[in-house]
């Protein structure tokens, strides 16, 4: 058995001379609707393979003709293809005849749904070895539908909340007052985007446009069909949905609509940015922490672990769920190749999830002292209602009433004069000291990580637009300079680290900083001190943080 996290080799199968592995080499749809590497999809069949036998008394998976299986948003068809092989070797003794062996796996055991068409066509070609399930080339003999078990058919979104209306006609010729400006009521996407002729992909994933899937599921696959594992890997997000470059994400839904089939192991590659972050993930995030049938969470910070060349912002994770399982679940956190397992973690110690076990005891002891938080002086974003295009400012001084305005265009910081009747929001604090924090901060996803962009030092007079939140309730400049200070340290950093899982660096992500005294210029070895960090710790702090040197503005 192949240690859980790690790359096994891949199964055999005694057929794949009709089907050439082509899987490791074709280009992803986009970093949303990403293509499973045949190493992913195997080290998460050895982690069912070994849940199962857990659950079942040592029953091996690939040895039970009984169990079914489902990938319902199948892609490149890696899953389906895998199950099959382990089923073929599994099943020899239960079924010698090959070829009867190979009908009964892809009829009655091995079932898929495709996102797009043409994802549905190679799905099949990966299963079948032939874009149709008849075809002269299939390796299986006995269906009677060209689609065989890997279903697809367009589906259209269902428009909700339109205000906008014109006046067409509908399919009968008759003229009816249509809504242009809709969103679709199961994912949230665009009408004015989405609504599409059928010359082009709808998006609207079959899977999770429905109110009753066990219903659903049974129109397209039998009455009586019930799916044992549901495994695979979702689209991340609908572009357009938000209507903005961060598009609201979907994969949640997906992994809802699955566990509401009641599969016996449902296993998932998601992006990691539920555990901490992600625009509506809080819901999710509360039931997923507080779930006790989640055994099983393989997390990759570096998504290029998992799938090689691409980057996801906040790494991807696998997970397994089971109804079966009631425990703790055991986490294990890959990077840079080194695997750290920590068995029966609970996850609802934190309101987010604590990616790595290491960071736990530190955070016990920094918590413990029950310090007000740092976030209570870091304002919201857009804190003086400044979006990041604004465009009204000047170079210079006007008169007696601009204020100076700092911001970031094109990567570049820059400082402006702006009127001060554009300021609307936090009037009050124009006049303070304040310390600017990069709202956002993205170096790649490698360690050690600076973390957090490098902070300025705001005089009075002074407002900043999106680009910046601000820290505040200094008297003078030493005081701000002494907030920097502490900034700068690597245990500032590594406690927001702990709940910031993308670029963007909001108020949440400092909740876990305690608040200091500014009376000093602070540094790693004192806070290290204070909060009573073993060698050990501070080592891994620094392992994961590297230090920032600070202007002296």
């Not at 357009?240 to 590659?269: N, W």
């Not at 799938?307 to 679940?329: A, D, M, R």
């Not at 900034?487 to 993308?502: C, E, G, P, W």
Request: with cysteine; hydrophobic share 40%; glycine share 6%.
């Amino acid at each position: 058995m192949t240690p859980i996290g790690e790359a096994p080799k891949l199964a055999p199968f005694t057929l794949r001379g009709h089907n050439p592995d082509v899987l490791n080499t074709i280009a992803n749809l986009s970093n949303d609707e990403v293509f499973t590497p045949p190493e992913l999809a195997n080290q998460m069949l050895d982690m069912l393979e070994k849940a199962w036998a857990d659950g079942n008394n040592g029953a091996n998976i690939w040895a039970d003709h009984t169990v079914t299986f489902l990938d319902p948003f199948t892609k490149s068809g890696v899953f389906l293809r895998e199950i099959t092989a382990r089923l073929v070797k599994g099943l020899e003794e239960w079924m010698p005849d090959l070829q009867q062996r190979v009908n009964h796996i892809l009829t009655k055991q091995v079932f898929g749904i495709g996102i797009t068409q043409l994802t549905s066509l190679l799905a099949r070609r990966s299963v079948y070895c032939s874009k149709s399930a008849t075809g002269k080339h299939s390796i299986v003999k006995t269906f009677d539908r060209d689609w065989g078990n890997i279903w697809f058919e367009r589906t259209e979104h269902t428009w909700v909340g339109g205000t906008e209306k014109v006046i067409t006609m509908d399919e009968n010729g008759k003229t009816v007052l249509k809504a242009t400006n809709g969103r679709c009521k199961y994912c949230g996407a665009q009408q004015k985007i989405f609504h599409r002729s059928e010359v082009l992909e709808s998006h609207a994933y079959a899977f999770i446009h429905t109110d009753d899937i066990k219903a659903r599921m049974a129109e397209l696959f039998g009455e009586n069909m019930r799916f044992d594992v549901i495994i695979g890997n979702p689209p991340y997000q609908m572009s357009g949905a938000s209507g903005g470059s961060s598009d609201a994400s979907i994969y949640h839904l997906f992994v809802e609509q699955a566990q509401k089939m009641e599969p016996q192991a449902l296993v998932m590659v998601t992006p990691s940015r539920w555990m901490a972050g992600g625009r509506g993930m809080n819901d999710f995030r509360a039931r997923m922490l507080n779930d006790s049938h989640l055994s099983h969470i393989v997390d990759f910070p570096d998504s290029s672990e998992a799938f090689p060349g691409v980057q996801i912002k906040g790494g991807v994770s696998y997970f397994l769920w089971s109804p079966h399982f009631v425990g703790k679940t055991e986490v294990t956190t890959v990077t840079r190749g080194e695997r750290q397992v920590q068995k029966g973690r609970d996850l609802e110690e934190f309101d987010v999830f604590v990616r790595d076990g290491r960071a736990v005891s530190i955070l016990r002891k920094v918590l413990a002292h029950k310090s007000r938080s740092i976030a209570e002086q870091i304002s919201n974003d857009t804190p003086f209602g400044i979006a990041t295009n604004f465009e009204r400012f000047a170079l210079s001084k006007s008169n007696g009433n601009d204020v100076m305005l700092f911001y970031i265009r094109s990567g570049r910081r820059e400082v402006a004069w702006v009127a001060k009747k554009e300021i609307q929001k936090n009037v009050a604090d124009i006049s303070l000291w304040k310390v600017l924090l990069p709202e956002a901060y993205g170096a790649g996803e490698s360690f050690p990580h600076q973390i957090l962009g490098k902070p300025v030092l705001a005089p009075p007079n002074s407002v900043c637009t999106q680009s910046y939140l601000y820290a505040k309730g200094f008297q003078n400049d030493s005081e701000a300079r002494s907030f920097k200070s502490y900034y700068a340290t690597r245990f500032f950093r590594f406690l927001v680290s702990q709940r910031k899982i993308t670029q963007h660096a909001l108020r949440s992500t400092y909740q876990w900083v305690p608040e200091q005294s500014w009376d000093r210029a602070w540094s790693d070895e004192e806070l290290y001190e204070k909060y009573c960090l073993s060698a050990e710790e501070i080592d891994f702090i620094e392992s994961m943080i590297r230090p920032m040197e600070l202007s002296d503005d």
